[in-house]
């Protein structure tokens, strides 16, 4: 099992591109989820998807959109990059959205806005 | 609102040592979750630990322990006989049962050194 993978692994975009995050996990999760990492200040959840078909905001959701493309399938999109978007993106998924719910993550994609 | 605090920013540790990450919070919340995960240089989080509030034994997983103190509301890892592959930041990070988004909370991390 390849568990998540994310698509691509780095990026370098000009402000106001547009580019689209993939993410595909292996183990039948029906939970996904798309944070970004900044420094010094842990991982913040953009979006959220508790199954599929369904997606929901998160802390952080101005500037991005998602797709749940499928059960195994959860893409963010950057309609208009900008500088502060600049981050590490994480896509992670858990069986199912309780308390107890492990989330595995996928290995990441660093995104630089110029 | 809930807040989970890592107060240790980094610190070294000798090969073979035992380290104790400290995590403590602050939650009304009667259920939680609550995780450890380990973020190497290379950049991927790998999940270590988990324990329920409710779980009665302290949780253990190979060379991690947790010392999960519910009344002080502390969640510490314990990470015994120290490998050199245990250089990392640590992250501590919480679920809670009023959170209706389903996201993990995270800490601000532990950087780990380990030294031979």
């Known amino acids: 099992n390849a568990g998540v993978t994310q698509t691509p692994k780095f990026q370098v975009l000009k402000t106001g591109q547009s580019m689209t995050l993939q993410c595909a996990q292996d183990m039948n999760h029906n939970s996904m989820y798309w944070y970004r990492q900044d420094p010094g200040m842990g991982l913040r959840l953009i979006y959220y998807?508790?199954?599929?078909?369904?997606?929901d905001k998160g802390e952080v959701p101005n500037g991005y959109n998602v797709s749940r493309l499928n059960k195994r399938e959860f893409s963010l999109r950057l309609e208009s990059a900008a500088p502060s978007q600049t981050s590490v993106y994480f896509c992670?998924?858990?069986?199912?959205?309780?308390?107890?719910?492990?989330?595995?993550f996928g290995p990441g994609t660093r995104l630089l806005v110029l | 609102a809930q807040k989970i605090t890592q107060t240790q920013p980094g610190m070294f540790v000798q090969e073979k040592e035992a380290v104790t990450l400290d995590c403590t919070y602050d939650?009304?919340?009667?259920?939680?979750?609550l995780f450890w995960y380990k973020q190497p240089s290379s950049g991927e989080m790998i999940f270590l630990i988990y324990?329920?509030?409710?779980?009665?034994q302290n949780a253990t997983e190979g060379r991690y322990s947790l010392n999960f103190q519910k009344a002080r509301k502390s969640a510490n890892l314990v990470i015994s006989a120290s490998q050199l592959g245990d250089s990392a930041m640590y992250f501590c990070?919480?679920?809670?049962?009023?959170?209706?988004?389903?996201?993990?909370?995270f800490g601000a991390g532990t950087q780990v050194v380990v030294t031979p």
């Open positions: 990070a919480m679920r809670f049962l009023t959170d209706s988004w389903g996201k993990l909370q």
């Open positions: 992670a998924s858990s069986e199912g959205d309780r308390v107890g719910e492990t989330q595995y």
């Open positions: 939650t009304s919340d009667p259920s939680y979750g």
């Open positions: 324990q329920g509030s409710y779980d009665q």
């Open positions: 998807s508790a199954s599929e078909g369904t997606t």
